[in-house]
């Protein structure tokens, strides 16, 4: 299993591009989710999903856009990128365990810079 | 207030200290916990999880005090190689929400 992959890495955009950040699983995880990581915060949720189909907003959503069209895949876009979305991107992924307990596994994540 | 809210440290202990640092949670209907390590913003990885009075996993002790709503990690032994930031999550339904981390440097 490669658990739960991102793409790419790296990305330096300027201001008003657009491009769409890839995250995908092999665990067949249910849910996924997508984050990002300022400087010195905590994580803030940006997008979850909780099946193919069915995707919500999280904490700060704005700008962003997502689909979930399979149950491996769950792409972040970026409209009109900003420099405040500059941030360390990361996708994780969990499923339903009998225990309920929901724990996340992360991708590598993708480190995006704005200018 | 934050949901998850942790001391940021740092954390500047001796190779082979105990080290201990809480985060509290403002919840009340989270049921599970968790505690994840993430170096240099790599991706935080699964450290333990914690859904009844307490877990341990060698070195390792989290306890859970539903009563005053807060978890707290404790390390033993200190190796260089725990030095890290260490993140508390707590359960929002099927989502989590994380504090912003305690950083522990370990030192030789």
């Known amino acids: 299993n490669a658990g739960v992959t991102q793409t790419p890495k790296f990305r330096i955009l300027k201001i008003g591009q657009s491009m769409t950040l890839q995250c995908a699983q092999d665990?067949?995880?249910?849910?996924m989710y997508w984050y990002r990581q300022d400087p010195g915060m905590g994580l803030k949720l940006i997008y979850y999903s909780v099946g193919a189909g069915i995707t919500d907003k999280g904490e700060v959503p704005n700008g962003y856009n997502v689909s979930r069209s399979t149950t491996e895949d769950f792409p972040l876009r970026l409209e009109l990128a900003a420099p405040s979305q500059t941030s360390v991107y990361f996708c994780?992924?969990?499923?339903?365990?009998?225990?309920?307990?929901?724990?996340?596994?992360f991708g590598p994540g993708t480190r995006l810079t704005v200018t | 207030r934050k949901e998850v809210e942790q001391d940021p440290g740092p954390f500047n202990v001796p190779e082979g200290a105990t080290v201990a640092f809480n985060c509290t949670y403002s919840n009340s209907a989270s049921q599970s916990f968790f505690w994840y390590r993430q170096d240099c913003r790599k991706e935080p990885k699964l450290l333990m999880s914690?859904?009844?009075s307490g877990n341990e996993d060698g070195r390792f002790t989290a306890q859970l005090n539903r009563a005053s709503q807060y978890i707290s990690l404790l390390i033993r032994d200190s190796k260089l190689s725990d030095s890290a930031t260490y993140l508390c999550a707590a359960t929002n339904d099927y989502k989590l929400s994380f504090g912003a981390g305690t950083t522990v440097t370990v030192r030789a």
């Open positions: 665990m067949n995880h249910n849910y």
């Open positions: 994780a992924s969990s499923f339903t365990p009998r225990d309920l307990l929901y724990e996340q596994y």
């Open positions: 914690v859904y009844s």
